[in-house]
């Protein structure tokens, strides 16, 4: 039996960990080629762990385990150079891209008033700018090539305030703009563009913040505000079904839209 993406080529930034990482693999057991693309080395903001080249290697042996192909890269999102060469590297092995998803981000918590300009710009970068320059340089195959879908992986904080989160707010509402925009530009060369909006996952990150608040994640999650379902979080096999659906077939009329994974958060 054909598995549903096989042949198919998925880029995905932020790879090594969390819901990057679990794309990778249930992409890889649907046969699909995978470019994993994620930032070697600690950077000093957030102060919470970051992923290393060790993870990417670890991931690496995971996918081809799966019997699928697959090419790491160390490297940053902010970088142009990386960016380019990450691509560059993922057409000349397997010839094509066609699904990118956009997913390398941080989080972290401050007051609008009290943050640093290093800390602003870290946040819009990273999560913002970096979702832009890596589609910049996907787009021009995926022109060539006629068919395309790009996943940004922004947030409920894309689609409302957050208390002490501004900035992250900030940088995953412009997502928004960003997809909607380009999904008016792109149509046309057969390419859809949506935007992922998951509550809480539960991932490294939540451990991460919890650490930097000095607290549990299950208490962090209990204090913002809450799903409507009875559950804290959602699993990363639930953003994992998300972006098969929105990148499949089934999905081909959708596009320029928010696809919503809150467990009814947005609804309280």
Do not use: C
Not at 49 to 63: A, P, Q
Not at 97 to 121: H, K, M, V
Not at 150 to 156: D, T
């Amino acid at each position: 039996m054909a598995r549903e993406f096989e042949g198919k080529t998925v880029f995905i930034t932020g790879a090594a960990k969390g819901q990057g990482r679990a794309v990778a693999l249930g992409f890889a057991k649907e046969g699909a080629n995978i470019i994993a693309f994620d930032l070697g080395e600690r950077i000093s903001y957030p102060a919470y762990n970051k992923s290393s080249n060790e993870d990417l290697e670890k991931l690496k042996g995971e996918v081809e385990k799966l019997g699928a192909e697959i090419i790491i890269f160390g490297g940053d999102v902010r970088k142009e150079e990386d960016v380019k060469e990450a691509v560059s590297r993922g057409i000349k092995e397997f010839g094509r891209i066609d699904i990118l998803f956009s997913n390398a981000g941080i989080a972290a918590y401050g007051y609008s008033y009290e943050l640093t300009l290093e800390q602003w710009d870290a946040m819009i970068d990273i999560n913002l700018k970096g979702g832009w320059l890596v589609s910049k340089h996907v787009i021009p195959h995926m022109i060539e090539q006629g068919s395309g879908v790009i996943i940004y992986n922004s947030s409920i904080a894309g689609l409302r305030g957050m208390n002490r989160m501004s900035h992250y707010a900030a940088s995953k509402h412009g997502l928004i703009g960003l997809a909607r925009s380009q999904a008016i530009e792109l149509a046309a060369h057969g390419i859809r563009v949506v935007t992922l909006h998951p509550t809480g996952v539960n991932t490294p990150m939540n451990d991460g913040l919890a650490q930097m608040e000095g607290s549990t994640p299950l208490e962090i999650a209990e204090r913002s505000a809450g799903n409507l379902l009875p559950v804290p979080w959602v699993e990363t096999e639930d953003v994992v079904e998300s972006v098969k659906f929105l990148a499949s077939d089934k999905a081909r009329y959708i596009t320029g839209s928010q696809f919503v994974l809150d467990a009814g958060l947005l609804t309280r």
